[in-house]
């Protein structure tokens, strides 16, 4: 079982930036896709964005294209959110999330979890 770990939350004003990272523990030889996923309060958790592989396949959910950007490690095994012009809307606990098919993490139903990290936009 891959453990995941996300770290990079906190509090930020509109229009800042943030960057989370997630590494991916025990994950062996097998390759993962990555991707996040958020949920704030009272609302369901949302896709975000997700990532095949380094240079590879990628998507975004509507609300976020253009602001933020997934991206991989060299080894594959960390996944990265740059969020750029952060909105109170983007306010959330985030979460990491992966699975050895690349469409269960676009449909959010990837097999494994992170705990969450929390975002917080002020306006």
């Known amino acids: 079982q891959i453990r995941l770990a996300e770290s990079g939350g906190g509090l930020v004003q509109t229009g800042g930036s943030l960057r989370l990272s997630c590494e991916a523990f025990?994950?062996?030889?097998?390759?993962?896709?990555m991707g996040w996923f958020r949920q704030a309060p009272g609302k369901e958790r949302e896709f975000v964005a997700s990532?095949?592989?380094?240079?590879?396949?990628?998507d975004y959910a509507d609300s976020v294209k253009g602001r933020f950007e997934i991206s991989r490690g060299n080894n594959e095994k960390t996944v990265y959110l740059q969020m750029d012009s952060l909105e109170p809307e983007d306010s959330a606990t985030y979460y990491c999330?992966?699975?050895?098919?690349?469409?269960?993490?676009?449909?959010?139903?990837?097999?494994?979890w992170g705990q969450g990290i929390q975002v917080t936009v002020s306006s």
């Open positions: 999330a992966a699975d050895q098919i690349y469409y269960k993490v676009k449909v959010s139903e990837p097999r494994h």
């Open positions: 990532n095949w592989r380094s240079g590879g396949l990628t």
């Open positions: 025990d994950t062996g030889s097998t390759h993962y896709a």
